[in-house]
Every structure is written in structure tokens, then in C-alpha cells.
């Protein structure tokens, strides 16, 4: 089964830093996307980033604007989601997710790709 256990997360004033670890374990014999997404108060989870775990570079949204960096330790099997230039429209919780890749080596940010979550973690940036 695939778990996803999350850290890192908390408040920080704009322009600040700060990054997100998601420990997971996932079946061996199945290759995933992994993900970074997050939900505002009030408004749908939206997809950050994602990356395939068989290799490549990861995929961001247009708002992420270079300030969001996805990165993963294979060694450790743990995702993170560096977080630079924080701004308070970014105060939202955090999660990671993961699903199974229905086509190698594609993956999406979208919600509806992902089947399993991590727990979620609180970003609040004030101004």
C-alpha cells in the first residue's frame, strides 16, 4: 500500500522560506506520479507540482513562477517541496500525493490524478 507522512509547514512572513518533506512508501511493482497540492479556505485543491518516479524533471503549475522547487531523495523516499518568495496568497494546507501512472513517464498536477494522500501541513504567510 502506498503511505505518505508529511513535515515541515508553518507560518512565515512574505518573501520568507520554507520546505515540505513527504516520507512515502509505495508498491514496487507499480511506478507513480508523485505530487505536491494545496487547498486555500474556501477554495479546490490545486495542483503545485508533479514528478514520475521512474525519473525526469518535475512539472509545475504557472503560478509557482519559479519560486516552488519539487525535489525527491530516492535513497530515503522522500519527496520535498522547497518554497521561496512567499506571498500571503499562499497560505493554504500542504499536501503530498501520489497515483499510480496510467502512461510512463506522464504525469499532471491535477487532483484527480492522485489516489493517495499525505496527512496535509498548515503554510500561513502574513504580510
Known amino acids: 500500500q502506498v503511505q505518505l507522512v508529511q513535515s515541515g509547514g508553518g507560518s512565515v512572513q512574505a518573501g520568507g522560506s520554507l520546505r515540505l518533506s513527504c516520507v512515502f512508501s509505495t508498491s514496487r511493482d507499480s511506478t507513480y506520479c508523485m505530487g505536491w497540492l494545496r487547498q486555500a479556505t474556501g477554495k479546490g485543491r490545486e495542483g503545485i507540482a508533479a514528478?514520475?518516479?521512474?525519473?525526469?524533471?518535475?512539472y509545475y503549475a504557472r503560478f509557482t513562477k519559479g519560486r516552488f522547487t519539487m525535489s525527491q531523495d530516492n535513497a530515503n523516499n522522500t519527496l520535498y517541496l522547497q518554497m521561496n518568495s512567499l506571498e500571503p496568497e499562499d497560505t493554504a494546507m500542504y499536501y503530498c500525493a501520489a497515483g499510480r501512472a496510467v502512461v510512463p513517464g506522464v504525469c499532471t498536477v491535477s487532483k484527480d490524478h492522485y489516489s493517495y494522500w499525505g496527512q496535509g501541513t498548515q503554510v500561513t504567510v502574513s504580510s
Open positions: 514528478v514520475y518516479s521512474g525519473g525526469g524533471s518535475p
